[in-house]
Antibody, heavy 118, light 108 residues
């Protein structure tokens, strides 16, 4: 099982960024996928997740209306489109896979740093 | 939203020692609680799921117990690689899937 992330970087407040997570080594279309973040010096925070077929998506309140999770099962990839970024969105973002919405995340990507600063 | 509270915030333990961490949830989560290890610069690692089940490949020195709202996580015979931050997470009532604030295990 591998989850390889890309797409982080430095962005100005109000800007946009798209994170990607490419999966391999398992049947991607059979798993929920999740994004979790860790701000500098802070704990883990669940951000969003998406059902196997994309029909259900959930978000933490602080990102609703600004972030969009999506997936492409033909490319074995999950994405996090982040718009209207704020300084408080600065964090390392991790993608992870879940067997279901009532299961924990058992494999995680390496993380990608997002820095929102002018 | 279920609030997850971990204690203590920091624990100092000698190598070879034993520790127990606490995790309490604001509402019952049945046994739908996991424990993760987080080392600096590394991704979180699932250790325990379903309150007491070790994830594949996790050594037997790691164990979990509890149900409802009160949970414990124990490491026996602490190894150097076990010094890290430990998080519990509930996945019973969602959204959101909530984490505790973490407990840092440091060398005494």
């Amino acid at each position: 099982v591998q989850l390889v992330q890309s797409g982080g970087g430095l962005v100005q407040p109000g800007g946009s960024l798209r994170l990607s997570c490419a999966a391999s080594g398992f049947t991607f279309s059979s798993y929920w996928m999740t994004w979790v973040r860790q701000a500098p010096g802070k704990g883990l925070e669940w951000v969003a997740n998406i059902k196997q077929d994309g029909s259900e998506k959930y978000y933490v309140d602080s990102v609703k209306g600004r972030f969009t999770i999506s997936r492409d099962n033909t490319k074995n990839s999950v994405y996090l489109q982040m718009n209207s970024l704020r300084a408080e969105d600065s964090a390392v973002y991790y993608c992870a896979r879940d067997r279901g919405r009532s299961f924990p995340s058992d494999y995680w990507g390496q993380g990608t740093l997002v820095t929102v600063s002018s | 939203e279920i609030v997850v509270t971990q204690s203590p915030a920091t624990l100092s333990v000698s190598p070879g020692g034993r520790l127990t961490l606490s995790c309490k949830t604001s509402q019952t989560v049945s046994s739908n609680l996991a424990w993760y290890q987080k080392r600096p610069g590394q991704a979180p690692r699932l250790l325990i799921f379903g309150a007491f089940n070790r994830a594949p490949g996790i050594p037997a020195r790691f164990s979990g117990s509890g149900s409802g709202t009160d949970f414990n996580f124990t490491i026996t015979s602490l190894q150097s690689e076990d010094f890290a931050v430990y998080y519990c997470q509930q996945y019973n009532n969602w959204p959101p899937w909530t984490f505790g604030q973490g407990t840092k295990v440091e060398v005494k």
